[in-house]
Structures are given as structure tokens and as C-alpha cells.
């Protein structure tokens, strides 16, 4: 069975800081791989996703994660963290037209 | 990308009361929609999947009688809370499939803004 794992509940970094979210997967074929930003009261908003084609992937707001095949894993990062940024962040994982599996969750808060 | 509105944003109601919730892509044809609960600080938890013209799939553990799902048209799903308790109260999100709607090459789910029922 397909599974995410998101290590971190919670993430503090400064402002201006590097931001780094980890996800790893499990699965046997390869998946779709997505990251969500969720604001507070707020549905989800796509960051970006992983479909197969170039491993490295650029998403909105400066955000950017990697696809490692050997590590399993899609972390998120940020160059820069922006006081905008503080939310709950969520990687998902599918496989072909599977539905989406969610990662628990990883709350940001940026120190000014 | 593909728009998906939730009405009402947010409703609070007594003890017992029935809540609808709609859930509607603005800009694609959704033959296949998403329910899913989040409690507070926690992950998304996927409740139902919403097919057009036919009868809801739910996961293990949601009772269907008390989350009523109809997805009468290809553009339209809604969730119905019946005889609603305290227990009920949550953020409900709802979600459209790119894929199922041809807005999408592979399964990508978007998502409405969510509803938040707040039983007393």
C-alpha cells in the first residue's frame, strides 16, 4: 500500500532561513508526488508536483522539492523563508489513477 | 488552474439539524469528487468518493447514512450531515478530478476552499 510520511510535526525556521520540509514515500511503482500549502480556514493550494518528467521540480512562491527514486523521498525547500509562509504544509502521494494519499502534516512558523 | 467553490463557507447548527454542504467545479466538468474531513490540526482524512450519476464509495469506517453524498451532475456533488451531533463539527473540504474531468493527464485533485460546521 502507497504511503507519505512527513518527519517534523512542526518546523520553526528564521525569517530569510533556508526552509526545508521532508517527505518520504513508500511504494513499488512509481508515484505522483505533490505538495500542498494549506492557510488557516482555508482549503489546499497545489505548491507543485512530481509527474514523471524532470526530477527537480519549481513550484509557486519560490518553493521548490527534488524527487530522489534512491532515497524515496520529495523534500520541499525554500532559499529564503518569508513571514508569508507560515502554514501547514501537506505532501500527497498517488499512483497511476489511484486516489490521493495525504502526509500528516507539517506546521511552519517563521521567526521574524 | 481548475476552480472549485464549497458553499456555505461556514454554518453553525443545533443538535439534530440536517447540513447541506455543495461542492462545484466552476470551470471543468467533475465527474468524480472527493470528501474529506480534517479535525483540527490534523491531516485531511478522505470520506467519500463522490461519482456522478451513481452511488457513492465510502471508506471504511464513515457511515453513509450519516454523510448523505449526491453528485447529480457533472459539475455539482453535495454532502448532506444528518441528524448532526457536536462530534460532527469539522473542516470539510471538498475536491474535484482533473483526471476524471479531462483538466488533468494524471490524477490531480483540486481542491475548494472547505466549510467549517460547527454543531452546538
Known amino acids: 500500500a502507497q504511503s507519505v510520511t512527513q518527519l517534523g510535526s512542526h518546523v520553526s525556521v528564521s525569517e530569510g532561513a533556508l526552509v526545508l520540509l521532508r517527505c518520504n514515500y513508500s511504494s513499488s511503482v512509481p508515484p505522483y508526488l505533490f505538495w500542498y500549502v494549506q492557510y488557516p480556514n482555508q482549503g489546499l493550494q497545489l505548491l507543485l508536483k512530481?509527474?514523471?518528467?524532470?526530477?527537480l521540480v519549481k513550484g509557486i512562491n519560490g518553493f521548490e522539492a527534488e524527487f530522489k527514486k534512491s532515497e524515496t523521498s520529495f523534500h520541499l525547500t525554500k532559499p529564503s523563508a518569508h513571514m508569508s509562509d507560515a502554514a501547514e504544509y501537506f505532501c500527497?502521494?498517488?499512483?497511476?489513477?489511484?486516489?490521493?494519499?495525504f502526509g500528516t502534516g507539517t506546521r511552519l512558523t517563521i521567526i521574524p | 488552474g481548475a476552480v472549485v467553490s464549497q458553499h456555505p463557507s461556514r454554518v453553525i447548527c443545533k443538535s439534530g439539524t440536517s447540513v447541506k454542504i455543495e461542492c462545484r467545479s466552476l470551470?471543468?466538468?467533475?465527474?468524480?469528487m472527493f470528501w474529506y474531513r480534517q479535525f483540527p490540526k490534523q491531516s485531511l482524512m478522505l470520506m467519500a468518493t463522490s461519482n456522478e450519476g451513481s452511488k457513492a464509495t465510502y471508506e471504511q469506517g464513515v457511515e453513509k447514512d450519516k454523510f448523505l453524498i449526491n453528485h447529480a451532475s457533472l459539475t455539482l456533488s453535495t454532502l448532506t450531515v444528518t441528524s448532526a451531533h457536536p462530534e460532527d463539527s469539522s473542516f470539510y473540504i471538498c475536491?474535484?478530478?482533473?483526471?476524471?474531468?479531462?483538466?488533468?493527464?494524471?490524477?490531480?485533485?483540486?481542491f475548494g476552499p472547505g466549510t467549517r460546521l460547527t454543531v452546538l
Open positions: 475536491s474535484a478530478d482533473g483526471l476524471a474531468g479531462g483538466r488533468s493527464s494524471y490524477n490531480e485533485q483540486f
Open positions: 470551470d471543468f466538468q467533475a465527474t468524480t
Open positions: 512530481y509527474t514523471s518528467a524532470a526530477t
Open positions: 500527497a502521494v498517488s499512483f497511476g489513477n489511484e486516489k490521493l494519499t
